[in-house]
Structures are given as C-alpha cells and as structure tokens.
C-alpha cells in the first residue's frame, strides 16, 4: 500500500504570496490532518479533514486553509504569506480520524 | 492544559546503553499517547504507543512506562543502537478528537 504522498517537496515563495499544498493519503484512509512543523514551536496542529469537512482546527490565522475532495485528497492553502510561515507542513492521514495517523514527507516551504 | 512537557531537549548515549526519554501532560482527556520517531527529511513515523489503563506496554527494544496518578510517561530504548539516531516525540490525543498535541522533541544521538 502507497504511503501518504506530498506535493510539491520544496517550494520557494516570497512574502504576500499564497501557497497551496497538496496531499493524498493513503489508500482508504478518509481523514486528513495537516501539521506545521517549525525549530521553534515545534509540531503544531493546523486542522482535520474526514470526509470533505473540517472536523477541528488548530490556533491559527484564517490566512491558513484547507479543503478535502471526494476522494480523501486534500490541499492546504496559505495566503498573504509571512516570512514566519516558513516550516514544514506535515500530512497525516488515518482511516477513521483517529489515533493512528500516517504522515507523509512534508512540503518544506521558504518564504523570502 | 493542552501542552504535553518533554524532556530532555538532546541526549546522547552510548551504543547498547538505555535511552530514556520523559513527558508528562497536564490534560486528563488525553487517552492515547503515541511516540513518534523522525529522521532527517522524513515524516514522523509511529514508534509505540500506550492507552492510559496500561502502565507499560513492550514492543521489541522500545518500551512505554506510564504512571497515570503522576501524569508522567517515558520511552526507554533498551541496548541503544546507532540506526536509533532521530528526533523523538512523545505525543497526547483524546480518541475522539483525532488532533495530536506533541513534545518539544528529544534529538537522540547513539555513539558507536
């Protein structure tokens, strides 16, 4: 079984673009979370998918987005980037939206 | 309430020696408690975890110790190999909520 892939892997963007990172989860598997990983703060929770609605959502701006298609897929969008959205955005998937959750490789995104 | 204490921050070990690493948590809700080992470029990947009515559960080298009354829970990575070099991170999660809240972090490092 494929394990949760992420696209793109690095991505470099200057400040007050957007972004929008892509994540497909393992086969089967219906619930998404996406996670900030940064030297800082470490992993933080940014929101959770499971059947194309979010079910909870972390403490960040409105600026930081996601949605979930028919297919489990999901894609995470950052607007008016800041230089501080520099990290690793991290994709887990599971298959009821619970305990066990696979992560995928991460996008690393630099903003300039 | 909803952090989850981790420590120490760095430890380094000699090959076979015993790797302990310490979390302790503050939130009685929390009923799941994986520990989740990364390397450089990866994901975090799921070690062991442990439900809070077990006070240790075994798994090969990897062992969680879990004290309930005290809110406390640790790894021990017994005879300590080199391939156990990574970043370690304890984590809590109430089942149904599905959100992670995760340590800071444990950069271990097995000398040969």
């Known amino acids: 079984k494929a394990g949760v892939t992420q696209t793109p892997r690095y991505l470099i963007k200057t400040r007050g673009q957007q972004v929008t990172l892509s994540c497909s989860p393992i086969?089967?598997?219906?619930?998404v979370s996406w996670y900030q990983q940064t030297p800082g703060q470490g992993l933080q929770f940014l929101f959770e998918?499971?059947?194309?609605?979010?079910?909870n959502k972390g403490n960040f701006p409105g600026r930081f987005s996601g949605r979930q298609f028919s297919n489990s897929r999901s894609e995470m969008n950052v607007s008016t980037l800041e230089l501080g959205d520099s990290a690793l955005y991290l994709c887990?998937?599971?298959?009821?939206?619970?305990?066990?959750?696979?992560f995928g490789p991460g996008t690393r995104l630099l903003v300039l | 309430q909803q952090q989850v204490k981790q420590s120490p921050q760095s430890l380094i070990v000699q090959k076979g020696g015993i790797s302990i690493i310490n979390c302790a948590y503050e939130n009685t809700a929390f009923d799941y408690f994986p520990w989740y080992q990364q390397f450089p470029g990866k994901g975090p990947a799921l070690l062991i975890a442990i439900r809070p009515d077990v006070s240790e559960k075994k798994e090969g080298r990897f062992t969680i110790s879990f004290n309930k009354s005290a809110k406390q829970f640790s790894l021990h990575i017994m005879d300590s190999q080199p391939g156990d070099s990574a970043t370690y991170f304890c984590?809590?999660?109430?089942?149904?909520?599905?959100?992670?809240?995760f340590g800071s972090g444990t950069r271990l490092s097995i000398r040969p």
């Open positions: 984590a809590a999660l109430t089942s149904s909520a599905s959100k992670i809240i």
């Open positions: 086969s089967g598997h219906r619930s």
């Open positions: 998918y499971f059947s194309e609605t979010q079910r």
């Open positions: 887990a998937s599971s298959s009821l939206g619970g305990e066990t959750q696979y």
